[in-house]
């Protein structure tokens, strides 16, 4: 997804959830945002192609946190704050609640992508849990397959009607329930408390103390 194309489709998105709309009228929304008619049809021809490509940035976006910081040289807890830091400065861009209306008119777009997310979200931190192994810092009991299964149903339960619908998902609750319940469970006890010193030193992670 090139800048111009994330643009457009980033401006579709936060206006069908401005307006609560489901419905993806291509002519307005052009008109709306002063977007030329054929750079968005060039995009998304079709209504259902739009929606995938809105649930398409959402992954984007968040993959790009991974892509953007080069890790190696950091141990795998500042890592996991560093990208709390960054999902929580783009917090709008990733947040399913902006979108998830449209599941109701293409349920079967939207289920595709929560695997996809999943699968992502999943891979990511049991790739975190690996190198803190590694460095000492998670502990060698975990079983990778109950790590994997805790986290599917975290990711499932942040996804729930009850926490999209209410606007109850906040970057606070996201961080809590992927992050540092993580951590928490697979830290030896000295990196929890070097976690909850360093947590400190970042604005946006400076609660639960």
């Known amino acids: 997804m090139n800048r111009e194309e994330s ?13 609560g709309s489901n419905r993806i009228d291509t002519i307005k929304i052009s008109k709306e945002l002063g977007i030329p008619l054929d750079n968005m049809l060039k995009i998304a021809p079709t209504p259902r192609e ?85 460095q000492g810092i998670y502990k060698e009991d975990v079983d990778i397959e109950a790590l994997k299964k805790s986290l599917i149903n975290n990711v ?25 319940s993580f951590i928490k469970e697979s830290s030896h006890s000295d990196w929890w408390d070097y976690y909850k010193q360093r947590k400190q030193l970042f604005e946006a992670l400076d609660f639960n103390r």
């Open 156 to 180: 499932a339960r942040l996804h729930e009607d009850k926490i999209l619908r209410s606007g109850k998902l906040t970057f606070e609750v996201a961080f809590n329930e992927l992050i540092e």
């Open 50 to 134: 739009m929606v995938k490509k809105i649930y398409s940035y959402e992954v984007v976006e968040l993959s790009a946190i991974f892509d953007e910081y080069n890790f190696n040289e950091l141990n795998a807890i500042d890592s996991l704050i560093i990208v709390g830091q960054e999902v929580y400065k783009r917090f709008h861009d990733v947040n399913p609640a902006v979108s998830y209306h449209l599941k109701n008119v293409y349920p079967d777009i939207y289920k595709d992508h929560l695997k996809l997310k999943i699968d992502f979200l999943v891979s990511e931190v049991v790739r975190n849990f690996r190198k803190g192994q590694k």
């Open 7 to 19: 643009r457009i489709i980033k401006g579709v998105r936060d206006y069908l959830y401005r307006t």
